[in-house]
């Protein structure tokens, strides 16, 4: 059975650029959930998506945004970003909201 | 204030030196106490889910256990691939959503 995917794996952008990131969860798994980790701040949870709906939301501002689709996929958009935006972000996929979660290699984002 | 706290920070073992990770929550609601393994430019790599005070799972050399506040992780006789970084998760209510947290996680070298 295929893992998760991400893509791109690495990406670089300069200031108040915006960018989308992409991720297919494991065929069957209908959550999604995104991660920034930074080595300040660790693992630090963005939202969660379950068929198509936002279920939670962390505490970032509005500029993280996601979205899935009714594959499954999903897709996070960070708008106007900033230098502190550079990090690791991380896609995991579970079969429901509760369960555990299986990880991507992530998308490694800086930001010049 | 930190939910979550994984101790020691990083741990230094000889091949075959037991030891346990520890890891304390302070989060009402608890809905499940999750373990990963993150190896170097990886995601995390889900390794056991527990749900109640008492419960032990078990996975080779690895044994967790969850208590009321806390959550042990024992390695019996470690090998040099055990070398990782050990995150703990808890899911709970937090702010009216329910959301994954992680802890900083404890970094395990184990020389051969």
């Known amino acids: 059975k295929a893992g998760v995917t991400q893509t791109p794996r690495y990406l670089i952008k300069t200031r108040g650029q915006q960018v989308t990131l992409s991720c297919s969860p494991i065929?069957?798994?209908?959550?999604v959930s995104w991660y920034q980790q930074t080595p300040g701040q660790g693992l630090q949870f963005l939202f969660e998506?379950?068929?198509?709906?936002?279920?939670n939301k962390g505490n970032f501002p509005g500029r993280f945004s996601g979205r899935q689709f009714s594959n499954s996929r999903s897709e996070m958009n960070v708008s106007t970003l900033e230098l502190g935006d550079s990090a690791l972000y991380l896609c995991?996929?579970?079969?429901?909201?509760?369960?555990?979660?299986?990880f991507g290699p992530g998308t490694r984002l800086t930001v010049l | 204030e930190d939910q979550v706290t994984q101790s020691p920070e990083a741990l230094r073992l000889q091949e075959g030196e037991s030891s346990s990770l520890n890891c304390s929550y302070t989060?009402?609601?608890?809905?499940?106490l999750f373990w990963y393994r993150q190896d170097p430019g990886k995601g995390p790599e889900f390794l056991f889910t527990?749900?109640?005070a008492g419960e032990e799972k078990e996975k080779e050399r690895l044994k967790a256990t969850l208590t009321k506040k806390e959550s042990f992780l024992h390695i019996t006789a470690p090998k040099p691939e055990d070398s990782a970084t050990y995150l703990c998760?808890?899911?709970?209510?937090?702010?009216?959503?329910?959301?994954?947290?992680f802890g900083r996680g404890t970094s395990l070298i184990v020389h051969p």
């Open positions: 998506y379950f068929s198509e709906t936002q279920r």
């Open positions: 527990l749900y109640s």
């Open positions: 998760a808890v899911r709970a209510i937090v702010g009216g959503s329910y959301i994954p947290t």
């Open positions: 989060v009402s609601g608890l809905r499940g």
């Open positions: 995991a996929s579970s079969l429901a909201t509760s369960n555990e979660q299986f």
């Open positions: 065929s069957g798994h209908r959550s």
